[in-house]
């Protein structure tokens, strides 16, 4: 198992650019995540999806966009780039099991997404 | 919404020395989660506890869940030079429903002096 994978790992944009950030995983895990990590701030979550087709917004989605067609799947569309989204991204997956709801979330490598 | 806070933020010990993070929370923790982050890599699941008073081990780490699901601490003994990282703990947002959205405290850098 190749277990979550991100494309590009580094990538430079200008402002007003749009782009795609890929993420992949292949434990057919329900849920997928993405998250933004800025130096202090910890994690925050931007969209969410429990399922192909369903996805939810999180703490901080404006100026990003998500679409889930498929289990494996969870692109993150940046709409029109702005400085302000130079930041590390992280996907996740998880599932649920057991009686008490445990779950882990298995994240990415990352993308480094700097916005000029 | 719901918040978690960390502490410290920062904390330097010296190879032997142990070290201890705290999760706090002014509302009831659903569960609580922690992990490990690297220099320069991404989150690494270490553990969840779902049950109040819950204490766990993993070798040199100790986590608890406080009584009140409030609060929930790692410790860990004897650090070496591989602990290095930040860790994190995270909880579910119960007020939105679902499990699968977690919300993070901003973490603890530790850095181990050899």
């Known amino acids: 198992n190749a277990g979550v994978t991100q494309t590009p790992k580094f990538q430079v944009l200008k402002t007003g650019q749009s782009m795609t950030l890929q993420c992949a995983q292949d434990?057919?895990?329900?849920?997928m995540s993405w998250y933004r990590q800025d130096p202090g701030m910890g994690l925050r979550l931007i969209h969410y999806?429990?399922?192909?087709?369903?996805?939810d917004q999180g703490e901080v989605p404006n100026g990003y966009n998500v679409s889930r067609s498929t289990t494996e799947d969870f692109p993150l569309r940046l709409l029109s780039a702005a400085p302000s989204q130079t930041s590390v991204y992280f996907c996740?997956?998880?599932?649920?099991?057991?009686?008490?709801?445990?779950?882990?979330?298995?994240f990415g490598p990352g993308t480094r997404l700097t916005v000029t | 919404g719901q918040q978690v806070m960390q502490i410290p933020q920062y904390q330097h010990v010296q190879e032997g020395e142990d070290f201890t993070t705290y999760c706090n929370s002014s509302t009831t923790l659903s569960n609580i989660q922690w992990y490990k982050q690297r220099p320069g890599g991404h989150p690494v699941f270490l553990i969840q506890l779902v049950k109040s008073g819950e204490v766990k081990k993993q070798k040199r780490l100790t986590f608890q869940f406080g009584e009140a699901k409030k609060n929930s601490s790692l410790h860990i003994t004897a650090t070496q030079t591989t602990d290095v990282g930040t860790y994190f703990c995270?909880?579910?947002?119960?007020?939105?429903?679902?499990?699968?959205?977690?919300?993070f405290g901003k973490g603890t850098k530790l850095t181990v002096n050899p």
């Open positions: 995270a909880d579910t947002d119960g007020t939105q429903g679902g499990s699968e959205k977690l919300v």
């Open positions: 434990m057919n895990h329900e849920y």
């Open positions: 999806s429990v399922g192909a087709g369903i996805t």
């Open positions: 996740a997956s998880s599932r649920v099991w057991g009686r008490w709801g445990y779950y882990e979330q298995y």
